[in-house]
């Protein structure tokens, strides 16, 4: 057996070990996105969504302040101010749909279903940007789609109205995706961060100033801090995980977040998913990490020509 060349072991351990450090930080940016999400749900108690959503946007926000801090005015050059500033509107959106869902329905359940946001991507790819989408991948979509109807069950008598902002908060997640991809070529990332996360907060302003009411107590105060701190703390991670390791490795940890949010749905509100809801999700995990998987091999086969 050849064994490994001496010249070649110092350039690949730290290779291999910044693509370690990059999964594990992906999988704690996760792990933070889904205490967020259920200190969410907790707060909705006591305030009402629009509040919820502005004070977890300034977590966010908070990034976009320290990038600016960090790399100075240059950060926020941008050739299509229209589409970055579109994007923030859309993340807003999406945020806000998603925590109106969750004040009604189980945080597992929402995340499962919030995972057809890969599948609307693909659709959305294929409409708008004209990508190719071969036979594989549309199979791969169908599946998902199915794996969502499992989790949802609509007309037996289980349904929630509210899980279809769950599906609207995916639209309009996969629309900022779309406008990701857009703007990938001609912006650099920490000047699509700064402008989503201001653009999100400016939106958000004029319906919480309308629902606006002081939180009842320290105890909601300290909830608010640590809603924003990991919104912001995740977003942090997942940046710093991207630049460590290749998206394609570190993308489907996303697939985490339905363990993390079942975890937290059992210790904090009492709330386990049933045996359907957890089919629903394996179906709705295995396609999309598919989905993944033949993006990857796709964009192989685009290197090789």
């Not at 509107?89 to 749909?97: I, N, R």
């Not at 189980?106 to 995340?111: E, K, Q, S, W």
């Not at 991948?137 to 789609?145: D, I, L, S």
């Not at 977040?257 to 210790?267: C, K, P, R």
Request: charged content about 10%; aromatic content about 10%.
């Amino acid at each position: 057996m050849n064994e490994p060349s001496a010249a070649h072991l110092p350039a690949e351990a730290p290779q291999r070990n910044r693509t370690m450090l990059g999964i594990g930080l992906m999988m704690l940016g996760f792990l933070f996105f889904a205490v967020s999400d259920a200190i969410a749900k907790l707060l909705t108690h006591d305030l009402h969504p629009f509040q919820v959503v502005w004070f977890r946007q300034l977590g966010l926000f908070s990034v976009g302040l320290w990038l600016l801090a960090s790399r100075g005015l240059p950060i926020l050059r941008t050739r299509r101010i229209g589409f970055q500033i579109a994007r923030g509107v859309v993340a807003a959106g999406s945020s806000a749909c998603f925590v109106f869902a969750i004040s009604f329905v189980p945080l597992a359940d929402a995340v499962a279903v919030s995972f057809v946001a890969p599948f609307i991507v693909t659709v959305l790819g294929a409409l708008i940007l004209r990508e190719h989408v071969g036979v594989r991948r549309w199979m791969a979509v169908t599946v998902g789609f199915i794996g969502t109807l499992i989790v949802i069950r609509p007309g037996l008598g289980l349904f929630h109205p509210a899980i279809l902002l769950v599906i609207v908060a995916a639209g309009l997640f996969a629309a900022r995706q779309i406008l990701s991809r857009i703007l990938g070529p001609l912006d650099k990332t920490v000047t699509t961060i700064a402008y989503t996360s201001a653009a999100s907060v400016a939106v958000l302003t004029i319906p919480t100033l309308l629902v606006w009411h002081w939180p009842s107590g320290p105890e909601a105060m300290v909830l608010i801090f640590f809603l924003a701190a990991t919104a912001g703390a995740g977003e942090v991670m997942v940046i710093r995980a991207l630049e460590l390791a290749q998206a394609v490795t570190v993308a489907p940890l996303q697939y985490t977040m339905i363990v993390w949010s079942t975890v937290l749905g059992w210790a904090i509100f009492a709330q386990l998913p049933d045996q359907w809801t957890l089919a629903g999700a394996a179906i709705i995990m295995a396609s999309g990490l598919y989905t993944l998987h033949r993006e990857r091999v796709i964009a192989r086969q685009q290197e090789r020509k």
